[in-house]
């Protein structure tokens, strides 16, 4: 589904004696790093929740303020970063990905998320967990998190200049230590009981058009995950290059995993799982990630849009509605969109799911193109339909496409709680839900 790199760092480090090799269930993983010093760190302590007070002002829009002055430097904050940590500690440069451009866009994409979060504690604690137990597929000891927290507000120090007051640094320190603590006891609970990463037997590689490959892997154990989370893959030919793609149907009993994956121009992973993967290869996959479930208590109608292979997230939660029978309660409405006729990936398949389940409606948008049906951009196209406040709204697909779709939903009456989306393929949706629940904020006043 995304040819887009993985979380923010290939692994942390640490400040103390050699930890002991991470047991990954017959995988290696990478050697800790040579220990620069000799003082062991501490495990992080449980610390105050961000948001708290502090000196009159919250933790919250302490941080929040201060990534407003970073933010227009995002991208060099994000090279200093690696550049200081690569510096200090030039044994854990061997862990990271080759090509570092897409390594740093994620550290951004995750720093952007959970600022995003930091007020909303249980949403939090849910984005970091996920973190933490990714990570695992790293190697990552609870010992690797203080230096990187030390680069981390070194450089947010160097970039905010003069803004960087005490206070803010309090609130960093804390807010940091937070996400520490809830990514280090999520991957201890689940060291007890799953692997840290699966190898992955390549069982069927089917061409389509539009240099888009079905490929279904036989995991070596048992997989468990929900139906519109995503995982990360790692390929023989690009080691250490994770990517991450949603499997294309609700979870089954044999753990077997099909993706539908694009080959993306200047896509490393993406090119070898099209072009050169074939049956009987291994690959190796990440756990399970993303919130972008259904919730089988809620009587809300489902809308459900898609763009390219965003449709396999998507196609997932829509037979796991199947699944469940809760569809005499809830009707799914589906939008898939492309530029062209033939670029409406999975279309058929979906009309065909449409004539077994009369609660499903399928529509389709083409924007360039003139075809029987609907012309226009997907945005353009929903923008015909609604209002859509007694729906529960599902996004996947091209960031520009599905931030501009939010946009219309949010106007057509759609409630920013109700949007859900993966956060890897869509952090512009961030600045989306911010207006729009600043337009709550000022509709209450």
């Known amino acids: 589904m995304r040819d887009a790199p993985h979380n923010g760092g290939g692994t942390w480090f640490r400040r103390g004696p050699a930890a002991p090799e991470p047991v990954t269930h017959g995988v290696r993983a990478p050697e800790p790093a040579p220990q620069p010093g000799s003082e062991a760190a501490p495990r992080p302590q449980t610390p105050q929740t961000p948001g708290a007070p502090s000196d009159g ?6 941080i929040r303020a201060s990534l407003a002055v970073v933010e227009p430097h995002v991208e060099e904050l994000a090279v200093y970063f690696y550049a200081i940590l690569f510096a200090r500690y030039p044994a854990v440069r061997a862990l990271f990905p080759a090509n570092m451009d897409v390594q740093r866009d994620r550290l951004l994409r995750a720093l952007l998320r959970i600022v995003e979060l930091v007020d909303d504690p249980e949403s939090l604690t849910r984005f970091c967990s996920h973190l933490g137990r990714d990570h695992r597929k790293f190697g990552t000891q609870a010992a690797h998190y203080p230096a990187v927290g030390e680069c981390l507000l070194d450089t947010l120090a160097r970039f905010a200049g003069p803004a960087w007051t005490p206070e803010i640094a309090g609130a960093w320190e804390r807010a940091y230590g937070a996400v520490a603590d809830i990514m280090v006891r999520a991957a201890e609970q689940d060291a007890q009981h799953s692997p840290a990463v699966w190898n992955a037997r390549v069982i069927g590689h089917v061409r389509h058009q539009s240099g888009i490959a079905e490929i279904t892997v036989q995991p070596d154990q048992p997989y ?3 139906a519109g989370q995503y995982l990360s893959v790692e390929s023989p030919w690009w080691p250490r290059e994770w990517r991450h793609y949603s499997p294309a149907h609700a979870p089954r009993a044999d753990s077997v995993l099909t993706f539908h994956i694009r080959s993306v121009p200047g896509g490393r992973v993406s090119q070898a799982l099209v072009d050169h993967t ?3 290869d ?7 990630q993303g919130d972008m479930a259904i919730d089988p ?3 809300d109608d489902l809308l459900c849009v898609a763009g390219g292979t965003g449709l396999a997230p998507i196609r997932a939660l829509i037979e796991e509605v199947a699944r469940q029978g809760i569809s ?4 799914v409405d589906l939008f898939v969109g492309a530029r062209t006729a033939e670029e409406l990936y999975g279309l058929d398949d979906m009309l065909r799911m449409s004539q077994r389940h009369p609660w499903l409606t399928v529509r389709a948008a083409v924007s360039e193109q003139n075809i029987v049906g609907r012309t226009g951009s997907l945005p353009q196209v929903l923008a015909e339909f609604g209002p859509w406040h007694r729906h529960e709204a ?3 697909g091209p960031q520009q496409m599905i931030s501009a779709a939010a946009d219309v939903l949010l106007r057509r009456g759609l409630a920013p709680e109700k949007l859900h989306y993966d956060p890897w393929g869509a952090p512009a949706l961030a600045s989306s839900l911010r207006r729009a629940r600043a337009q709550e904020e000022e509709d209450q006043l």
């Open 297 to 299: 208590a809620s009587r």
């Open 278 to 280: 074939s049956v009987g």
């Open 328 to 331: 005499h309660r809830r009707s």
């Open 57 to 62: 002002q919250s933790d919250t829009a302490l």
């Open 394 to 396: 599902y996004l996947s």
């Open 282 to 288: 291994w690959l190796r996959v990440g756990p399970p």
């Open 224 to 226: 468990f995950y929900t």
